[in-house]
């Protein structure tokens, strides 16, 4: 899929209100920009002209961001009701997303915790980057989470890397390139807070794609998984050689999982259904029941 092409648009989900894309990698979402430049937006126009409000600034109201450079499952609201009970999902923390990624070296410990405050970086010569706090320039740190689950160890392009599942638990810009280059684990391909490299050892992109999204609102659950790109049938410099967690697995976990923090009183509806409670139980009943234990004969064990 070329993203320069204006009809390259690959829908994961669609209904009345909601569309999931598959964001390319190095796509902007939308743009002022004076010269002619590919977005998403445009992108959406294309195949959905019907579609467009004219009155957005864009034509699609986007649920939430993604970089610039990376790809993967990104939400746009149809209408202004269907946004507004998005944004609300966001609000209250309860949407699930879980990234894949390639890092550069091999992550020791297969599942952890990061949790390094997150500010803006007053540094001069980093303007609009990020930094942990601690760091020099750092202003205005934030608590920040993420789950890291390592999948495989191997080689890109002969370097050793690991594929890895990151689970975003917070919502700072940038947070996992920032995240994974504070482990001494940068992103392959992050040429902002990634390791210093020879310009021909960069790879054609950087790792990271958006691969699960879950929105739970009150009316619909909006729920999507993209295909996985870090294989090598679609990169042959991707060399795996060691499988410590099984991604299929890790999906049915995101899946069945119950949705994080919904307010007291609203139904979760991507949540797996809760059995239904039984009516007490009446005296003919437990009657009955005591009169087929009394005549029914255990056999003894082998």
Known sequence: MDAGRTESLSVVY??????????????RIDSRMWRETPTLQKQLR???PELADPDTCYGFRFCHQLDFSTSGALCVA???????????CFKERRVTKAYLALVR???????????????????????HTMCIEGTQGCENPKPSLTELEVLEHGLYAGAPVSKVLLRPLTGRTHQLRVHCSALSHPVVGDLTYGQALDQEDQPFR????????????????????????FVPALDACWSPHTLVQSLDQLVQVLRT???PGPTEGSPA?????????KPPETEAQRASCLQWLSEWTLEPDN
């Open 206 to 229: 950087m790792m990271l794609h958006a691969f699960y999204l879950r929105i739970p609102t009150h009316t619909e659950c909006v729920e999507a998984c993209t295909p996985d790109p």
């Open 78 to 88: 149809l209408n202004k009701a269907a946004a507004g009970r998005a944004y609300k």
């Open 257 to 259: 999982a119950p949705d």
């Open 14 to 27: 669609q209904s009345r209100d909601f569309l999931v894309v598959n964001k390319h990698w190095d796509l």
């Open 105 to 127: 070296g091999h992550v020791q410990e297969n599942q952890m915790t990061i949790s390094y405050a997150i500010g803006r970086n007053s540094t001069e010569g980093r303007a």
């Open 46 to 48: 294309h195949r959905f």
């Open 269 to 277: 509806p991507c949540s797996p259904p809760m059995p239904p409670s």
